[in-house]
């Protein structure tokens, strides 16, 4: 993956993401991108595999040769919801450390329709990602509820794109030491304009419209453009939080509070994002359980 195109999915475009993620996810990439100095931001695990999830009782012979996206344990298809989650990725698993939404979707579709699936788990241990095709997946992933059980089981954690995600699912299980919450939206524009000018470097941009060039790391960002791009977010955030609004069936007013803070454990439950507190393979046997 190009340098340049990464720069693209992290700077001047929504991301719901928590702020210390996206931090660490520049600075590790810093210098390749040209970025030097970096100010801080206002405002990480097990994997869950089969046998993690039953220990040695089950036996895994259910699972097809060929990968449909997901882990068939017991009549639960086990969909990874792991690291950054971006719009594609081409893949039905997790790779290189993303999980893109279309693959999510291609997954839980085909466990939805598979005879042998009676249930699904969502396995979500993310800090979030994009906004571009989130809520799509989210409405898609709702309007299943009640074909058949839809559970989101944390490990660690569901944080801003993937609490999302958690929230469309009929009950979400977080363990003590894991994490809901940080609903809402972050976009960082970068100013490269003072140190272009410094190295000598003077960039002109010839537009037709006058927000052509607003929002370009080589300029300043004006007041005007500014307003425009919070209005965005604001958009955006208003929609993460009616999305989960509705699929917690708890008050706009009560996500809205919340002001993107992220909760522990028994603090997500009290507050409504979550259901209970459990350790992953304690919430998937209470689901093989009911299923029994």
């Not at 839980?108 to 095709?133: H, N, Q, R």
């Not at 509705?246 to 007013?253: E, H, K, L, P, V």
Request: glycine share 10%; with cysteine.
């Amino acid at each position: 993956m190009q340098f340049g195109h990464l720069a693209q999915r992290l700077f001047n475009t929504p991301v719901a993401i928590r702020p210390e993620k996206a931090e660490v996810i520049i600075a590790a990439l810093g210098e390749r991108l040209g970025i030097t100095r970096m100010l801080r931001l206002n405002g990480d695990a097990i994997e869950l595999t089969p046998q993690a999830l039953t220990g040695d009782g089950y036996n895994y012979a259910d699972r097809e040769s060929y990968d449909n996206g997901y882990d068939l344990v017991g009549g639960v298809a086990v969909i990874p919801v792991h690291g950054t989650l971006v719009q594609k990725t081409g893949t039905l698993r997790p790779w290189s450390g993303m999980t893109g939404y279309d693959g999510i979707r291609q997954a839980f579709l085909t466990a939805l329709y598979d005879p042998k699936v009676e249930a699904i788990v969502l396995d979500v241990d993310s800090p979030g990602g994009e906004v571009a095709g989130c809520f799509d997946l989210v409405d898609t992933l709702y309007a299943a509820r009640g074909d058949k059980p839809i559970w989101s089981v944390l490990n660690e954690s569901a944080y801003s794109a993937a609490y999302a995600i958690a929230s469309a699912a009929d009950r979400i299980y977080v363990p003590r030491t894991g994490g809901t919450g940080s609903i809402g939206v972050i976009t960082m524009h970068v100013d490269f304009s003072k140190a272009l000018t410094e190295a000598g470097i003077q960039v002109t941009f010839i537009t037709y419209g006058d927000c052509k060039a607003d929002g370009h790391p080589e300029i300043p960002l004006s007041d005007p453009a500014l307003k425009r791009f919070q209005a965005d977010i604001d958009a955006m955030g208003e929609l993460f939080v009616e999305t989960v609004a509705r699929n917690r069936n708890i008050a706009a007013s009560r996500v809205r509070d919340t002001q993107a803070a992220t909760y522990l454990g028994k603090a997500g439950v009290e507050i409504g994002l979550a259901d209970a507190v459990a350790a992953p393979d304690a919430a998937f046997r209470a689901l093989l359980a009911e299923l029994a």
